[in-house]
């Protein structure tokens, strides 16, 4: 199954994406480490940022950019269940609500539609706003996750299917 998720860079409506690099890994936890839903989960600047630069190469990570300006983060986890799985998007407040999520969601689905089955996500169930967002683009929920992130949280599953198998 070929994707193009291995490139070094994009250039979306709006932003570009470029690979993760370690300078811009620490400026990209502390904004997250304020935010919700990493705020409520009580994850640290320390322990996003180890996160972000932990060796993993089915985990392809890029900072998001306008006019060269960090303002998020991107990460895409691929092979994964018949399809890439976007284990994070973040974009700082900022920035929210302007569009680039749109055009990371079109990039993501646009990229992998060719070789995948299915889209998948996982969202905290008191984050509400992220909800929304993933169903406006045709995501579905299939499961709960107790305890998966945090004890006292219930992760859902959400998957989109882009072709039919068979």
């Given amino acids: 199954m070929k994707t193009d998720f291995f490139q070094e860079s994009y250039g979306l409506a709006g932003c570009s994406l470029v690979r993760l690099c370690e300078a811009d890994a620490s400026v990209i936890a502390g904004q997250l480490a304020a935010m919700n839903p990493w705020q409520a989960l009580n994850y ?22 306008v006019d060269g300006t960090i ?13 890439p799985y976007l284990e994070l998007i973040g974009l700082f407040p900022a920035v929210q609500r302007q569009g680039l999520g749109t055009a990371i969601m079109t990039w ?6 060719p070789a995948a089955t299915n889209l998948w996500v996982l969202v905290s169930s008191f984050n509400e706003p992220a ?20 004890p006292h949280s219930t992760e859902l599953l959400l998957r989109k299917v882009v072709r039919a198998t068979g």
Avoid: H
């Fill in 108 to 113: 993501f689905e646009n990229v992998a539609q």
């Fill in 71 to 83: 303002v998020g983060i991107v990460a895409v986890r691929y092979p994964w269940l018949k399809g």
């Fill in 44 to 65: 640290s600047a320390a322990q996003l940022e180890n996160y972000l630069l932990a060796p993993d190469s089915a985990l392809n990570r890029y900072t998001v950019r």
């Fill in 131 to 150: 909800q929304r967002f993933y169903r406006r683009y045709g995501f579905t929920e299939i499961g709960r996750i107790d305890a998966l992130v945090y």
